[in-house]
């Protein structure tokens, strides 16, 4: 069964940084991309990164090109996203996904970003 | 980028009755290869997004039958044929041919 378990959301002042991660089982994780997608309160969803399987390429959403950065451990079978210069807007649950046809879905954690 | 708008964005059904959701984009969604990457997402109350539909029709593992999706081009469509309690949500197409990948709004169907 795959299984996608999400941490590292939070509470974080403007300008601030954080880094989520997604531990993913049940399935071969070095073999496939991986993305991120946020949903901000009460809003619809939005695609924010991928990463490829060897994580070579990565693709952003242009409002966190430059503050955001997708990696991931294989070793591990741990995806990231490090967030840094943290934006009011950027307040939203973010969900980790297998794939980039976004097959599988994290439970979500939330980022609030506010003094 | 490509915009992807869905129709309509509130959808009050009568259990057992049939529902249908449009979705257009703003340009062709067949790629080089002849492939068309749009995929249909249901958001539950509460709960993470599950894919229900990709590349236009195809019904993942699970989902039942009475859910299936159609069109080509620019012009997609899921049909929920009898609907269900189990089916009020958050519908999302989603295309995944261009960058960067789209969302439409989401669409709201819920219980007369």
């Known amino acids: 069964e795959v299984q996608l378990l999400q941490s590292g959301g939070g509470l974080v002042q403007p300008g601030g940084s954080l880094r989520l991660s997604c531990a993913a089982s049940?399935?071969?994780?070095?073999?496939?991309?991986m993305a991120w997608v946020r949903q901000a309160p009460g809003k619809g969803l939005e695609w924010v990164s991928v990463i490829t399987e060897s994580g070579d390429i990565t693709h952003y959403v242009d409002s966190v090109k430059g503050r955001f950065t997708i990696s991931r451990d294989n070793s591990k079978n741990t995806l990231y996203l490090q967030m840094n210069s943290l934006r009011a807007d950027d307040t939203a649950v973010y969900y980790c996904?297998?794939?980039?046809?976004?097959?599988?879905w994290g439970q979500g954690t939330l980022v609030t970003v506010s003094s | 980028d490509v915009v992807m708008t869905q129709s309509p964005l509130s959808l009050p059904v009568t259990l057992g009755q049939p529902a249908s959701i449009s979705c257009r984009s703003s340009q062709s969604l067949v790629d080089s290869g002849g492939n068309t990457y749009l995929n249909w997402f249901q958001q539950r109350p509460g709960q993470s997004p599950r894919r229900l539909i990709y590349q236009v029709s195809n019904r993942d593992s699970g989902v039942p039958d009475r859910f299936s999706g159609s069109g080509s081009g620019t012009d997609f469509t899921l049909k929920i044929s009898r609907v269900e309690a189990d089916d009020v949500a958050f519908y999302y197409c989603?295309?995944?041919?261009?960058?960067?990948?789209?969302f439409g709004p989401g669409t709201k169907v819920d219980i007369k």
């Open positions: 989603m295309q995944v041919t261009h960058w960067p990948l789209t």
């Open positions: 996904a297998k794939s980039w046809w976004l097959d599988n």
């Open positions: 049940g399935f071969t994780f070095n073999r496939l991309g």
